[in-house]
């Protein structure tokens, strides 16, 4: 039986990347499988934050979950510091993760710069409770974007390195299969198609959120850097033109088509053509969910009470497991 977890960060209103990369995709999968979708706010405090904000970006990232398609009905849907589990295994996974592998992480690298010597150690260990998310249900499939690739293969080799040194010939911790899909896996930004679309630049122009009015999506749609050819009639043609096969992508990816199918109707077109064409798309897609966003956050006790329900049917799959991981260890169970 297929189970599938994901995370995602309280960074508020999600942007197109996260829609496009992972939030589209965790809506599509709950058709076929047993789906549990977590606010990762334990993540959230592994580089400096507001401790005044988090609480509402985290209301407002599940708002965001359930509007674009999420149903709490079907889905567990909660926050991860609702759920001691996480914490309970992160520890151990710490304790079997080695050194070495963690010094690999590039996003570790990237996320701490040059200023390494200062960052928090959660930053460093960041991937190990990343681990113990989806261990703690013990989950076969994560749905993400392209750039957590490198995480998932460090959470299969800390779930073998533990099935392993405390399992004998009965493998605990199963699998975990990436599920990373197409078109829209790695949204890149607006202003610079070489960086991906991302929370934390500085320009707001580069990234599309999930509650930008028609306006706001028109006005970043027109300024995206582009370059002065037409668009090609095929995919090849979009080398080396990175700005222009990132705006394709995103084309792609709402229409529910691929590069190819995208460049059969536009190709020979400028961007004049196009540009106007890809927000009137986005307007479409996106309205309808930043509609339903407001609503949900104008009702935060309804919200509430959903996510205190998530969180105990979290707690009802992962405190079994938990528990059993510590037995493995051998912690004294009373
Ligand atoms: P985060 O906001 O870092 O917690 O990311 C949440 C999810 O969105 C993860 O599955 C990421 O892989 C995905 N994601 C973030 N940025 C992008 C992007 N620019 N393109 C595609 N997927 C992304
Ligand atoms: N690290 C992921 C990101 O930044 C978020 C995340 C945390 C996650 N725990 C997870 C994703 C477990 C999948 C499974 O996008």
């Known amino acids: 039986m297929r189970r599938i977890f994901s995370g995602i960060q309280p960074t508020g209103i999600p942007h197109l990347g996260n829609y496009l990369g992972a939030v589209r995709n965790w809506v599509t999968l709950q058709e076929g499988a047993e789906c549990i979708y977590c606010v990762v706010d334990l993540h959230a405090i592994t580089q400096p934050h507001d401790p005044k904000a988090l609480a509402q970006a985290t209301r407002e990232m599940a708002a965001a979950l359930i509007a674009a398609g999420i149903d709490p009905e079907r889905s567990v849907l909660f926050h991860q510091s609702s759920v001691h589990a996480h914490v309970r295994l992160s520890w151990i996974l710490e ?3 080695r050194i070495g592998w963690l010094n690999r ?5 990237d996320k701490a710069g040059k200023n390494r010597e200062n960052v928090s150690c959660g930053l460093y260990t960041y991937p190990a409770l990343m681990a113990a998310d989806i261990l703690a249900y013990r989950a076969n499939a994560v749905p993400v974007g392209d750039d957590q690739r490198q995480h998932l293969e460090l959470a299969n080799d800390i779930a073998q390195k533990f099935n392993f040194d ?3 010939e009965d493998p605990f911790f199963p699998v975990i299969e ?3 899909f197409g078109p829209g ?3 890149m930004s607006l202003r610079d198609g070489s960086k991906k679309m991302s929370k934390s630049d500085t320009s707001e122009q580069s990234r599309i959120s999930m509650t930008d009015d028609a306006d706001a999506i028109a006005l970043k749609i027109r300024r995206a850097k582009t370059d002065p050819e037409p668009l090609p009639s095929e995919p090849a043609g979009l080398e080396g033109r990175p700005e222009a096969a990132n705006l394709v992508g995103i084309y792609a990816a709402l229409a529910d088509t691929d590069t190819a199918g995208v460049l059969r109707q536009f190709g020979g077109q400028g961007f004049g053509v196009f540009k106007p064409a890809l927000s009137d798309l986005l307007v479409a897609k996106l309205s309808p969910i930043a509609t339903e966003t407001r609503r949900l956050l104008a009702d935060p006790a309804a919200l509430d009470a959903l996510l205190r329900r998530g ?5 009802a799959i992962a405190e079994p497991i938990v528990d ?3 037995r493995l260890v051998g912690f004294l169970k009373l």
Do not use: W, Y
């Not at 992480?105 to 690298?109: E, I, L, R």
């Not at 969180?311 to 707690?315: D, H, M, N, P, V």
């Open 185 to 187: 896996a790695r949204v």
């Open 324 to 326: 059993e991981a510590e």
């Open 95 to 97: 304790c079997v993760a």
């Open 105 to 109: 992480m590039t996003q570790f690298k």
């Open 311 to 315: 969180a105990e049917q979290a707690r």
């Open 178 to 180: 990436p599920v990373i």
């Open 166 to 168: 405390f399992c004998g």
